[in-house]
């Protein structure tokens, strides 16, 4: 049994993410949640409330879904759109900011 879970246009760089999201790809859930919750990353937090939701959707479709079974198979993260902001610089110039978004997408799967 199967169940996903989305994240979409949250703040952050995907490659920052995808660090986080490399610790915890095929492992038990149990185990990544625990990874997730003392990780010093700011992308952990976002990361593990979509973990919980994973969780949620697996249970929805089955609740007598074993958990100790589930692990997480696919974790990924691809750039969203970059938000464009202007900062004022020396003798009149303007300096673009850009503020990164991802996409970030979790599978979590039972492996007997």
Known sequence: ????????????SARKARLVLDTIRYKRVSEAQNLLKFSRRRAATAIGKLL??????????????????????VATADEGPQMKRFMPRAQGRAFMIRKQTCHI????????
């Open 1 to 12: 049994m199967e169940a996903t879970a989305k994240l979409r246009f949250t703040r952050g």
């Open 105 to 112: 997408s979790l599978e979590i799967q039972t492996i007997e």
């Open 52 to 73: 919980d939701s994973a969780i949620a959707n697996a249970q929805v479709k089955d609740p007598k879904v074993d958990l100790s079974q589930m692990f997480v198979t």
